[in-house]
């Protein structure tokens, strides 16, 4: 019997989602699409004046996309702790976030919130929080695919 | 020069559309959309498409996430071909060696000596 007592509305609960989607605002997609292209385009810019410095300094194009890593993802590191880099993301959604200057702020980020739970479980732990599983599914589709590939290649 | 960095622009521009288009309509978060897009990455590469539009956009195509799972298979790629089946274990790493260990290096110092604000 659960007569008399208020249902609380549950996360699966149909009427409950229909309600919430009802009171939800409305995503502005065309803004924020917007946003993410000025704001994503305008890294990569800078991405490729990266480049373009390591190729003028002797690199070919293909080795000059690793120390352009590198140099981004400090980039990345510096601003987010400045406390500039979150401001990119809010303004600019995943055009601040997709860049490899996004990946080090989404581990600087929470290991700077976590760090009153210590160095180890609040720092060390927390730089993984999202660098983990990019790591893990990336190393591992790509194990994948080399695998793919030498069994085709061969 | 002028004209490589417009095509950086529109290109890497375009890649993080993608993104928050997914995020947007997909309703899902930044952190997933992130994973998928290296995963998607590596598959390009592995399928001969993202290399040719790393050929032509540069860093509009190597600096957003998807050059990053790109790399690790052209590395596996690389390593395979010198170590044989040994590279697959070494070469995504070893291609994405100077991202990865940059990305722990300064986040571990910014998240040291940078103090978050209330």
Known sequence: MRSGVMRVPQEKDADYLALAARHRPPTPVWRNA????????????VGQLVTDFFEVHGQTATRAASPTAVVMVGLGALFTGLGLYDRLVQAGGMGGALPISGFANAMVAPAMEYRREGLVLGV?????????????YGLGSAFLVGVVRLVVGS | MISDLLIAFGVGGAL?????????VGRITA???M??????????????????????????ATVP?????YTMVEGIDRATQTEGV???LTGGLTAAAGGIKAAVVFSLAAALVFNPRA
């Not at chain 1, 917007?34 to 810019?45: D, H, I, K, M, N």
């Not at chain 2, 996430?65 to 799972?69: A, E, S, Y």
């Open chain 2, 16 to 24: 993080c559309v993608l993104a928050q288009l997914v995020v947007d």
């Open chain 2, 65 to 69: 996430l998807p050059g990053f799972g």
């Open chain 2, 35 to 60: 994973v998928l897009f290296v995963v998607l990455g590596a598959l390009t590469g592995g399928l001969g498409w993202y290399g040719p539009l790393v050929k032509w956009a540069g860093a509009g």
């Open chain 2, 86 to 88: 040994l590279g697959l």
């Open chain 1, 124 to 136: 060390g732990a927390k730089l993984f929080t999202v660098a983990g599983p990019v790591l893990a």
């Open chain 2, 31 to 33: 952190a997933h959309v």
């Open chain 1, 34 to 45: 917007v946003r993410a292209f000025v704001v994503g385009g305008g890294v990569c810019v």
